[in-house]
């Protein structure tokens, strides 16, 4: 199932560093459960009780409470003891629970659906993909095959007495804050849909939150997250192409609001103002010269674009594919110089179909870098969150509401207590 990329940044998940700070003793319970919280899932390696009071400046007291709390509400598990060098008895490091709530992420492609469910450790519950000619079906077609496939891992996932948290809709297209599909270069059928009313009202979506957000805003969720836990880079430019183009800021294992405005939508990004028209209305798009259905023309073949012919047609020297292939790197570093620049930044990731062309572009992309910013050399790689990037980062940021307000979950679990 190829995977296309979003033009929004409709979802931007709250920056977290795992130092937040209790705001003692005058601070609300639920802010010091949601510090609590944050520091048990981004320890490295997982702290006790009493790390946890030494990195938030909480009482031991109050930590050891809220962490009661925490365990009755079946959000974190105590790990095997582990002996201490000190006099006293073993500390018990803490993790996030495994398999009591599971946030569902759900991707919405031109050829299919995606479904996956992660846990708070990370853990995959279930997946599924369900092939469907989103792009050209009906619309009540596609929303049927968005309730089987979730159903299927609700299912799966549920039955071993794990519930939903949340859910999150990865879309190719430009949504508004109410989840509304106001453009899409790949789904254009799915132009003027409410995706929240559309769902449940099809009994698609169970009764838990639901986001809609740019499918690749939630790549660069879900690379933000695995590079932290690979102790790469934290701030990069992230780029998912594939049908259409987008881009994000990630900073701090974060993504970021887009200062520079238009990375969002970065296939639409100019690059030569008497370039090729496009059919926003412009000329000389991105999207034009790098996107697929570009590449495929470029290189000479007929038909509906096929990503994974064109990789072969590149492994196997073909030269136009080769040159259009450069041509593309070169008009994507062009698109990216101006934020690099002004952002300071000297990381790109590459995502999607994009991933898989890093070792044909990057000579090029490093050349227009270097004409354009000077001589300090700009990282070029691939994603590490590999083909399921966009269901990932979705499912991801499905669980953020748990992890920002965790005193929901402990008030619809019944544990008021402090």
Known sequence: MQEHAGASTLVTPTPSTGTARGAQPSAVRAHNLHVVLDCIVHAEPPASRAEIAALTGLGKGTVTALVDTLLRARLIRELA????????????????????????????????????AIDLAGGLIAHTTLDLDLAGSAISGGIET?????????????????????????????????????????????????????????????????????????????????????????????????????????????????????????????????GRPCPCGRRGCLRQYASLPALWSAAGQRGEPDGSVLLSLLESGHRATHHAVDDAGRAIARALAAPLGLLGLREVVLDGWFAHIVPFVRDGMRHEFAEL????????????????????????FALNDVFQDPGRIISDSGDEGS
């Open 146 to 274: 968005i309730r089987q496939a979730v159903t299927q891992v609700v299912d799966v996932s549920t039955e071993d007495g794990a519930l939903v948290a949340g859910a999150c809709v990865a879309v190719p297209a430009v949504v508004d804050e109410k989840g509304q599909i106001l453009r899409s270069d790949s789904l254009r059928r799915w132009e003027g849909i409410s995706l929240p009313a559309a769902l449940r009202s099809a009994d698609a979506i169970g009764d838990y939150p639901l986001h809609v957000g740019a499918s690749a805003s939630l790549a660069a969720t879900a690379e933000a997250a695995l590079a932290r836990s690979e102790h790469q880079p934290e701030q990069f430019i992230h780029v998912y192409g594939g049908l259409s183009i987008g881009a994000s800021i990630v900073g701090d294992a974060s993504v970021r609001p887009d200062v520079y405005g238009g990375l969002r939508e970065l296939g639409h990004i100019s690059i030569d103002p008497r």
């Open 81 to 116: 003891p582990v002996a201490s060098t000190a006099v006293g008895r073993p500390s018990v490091p803490l993790a996030p629970a495994r398999a009591t709530y599971v946030g569902l992420g759900i991707e919405l492609a031109p050829d299919g659906v995606s479904v996956r």
């Open 373 to 396: 910013l000077g001589a300090d050399p700009i990282l070029i790689r691939g994603s590490l969150s590999g083909r399921w990037s966009v269901v990932i980062g979705a499912a991801q």
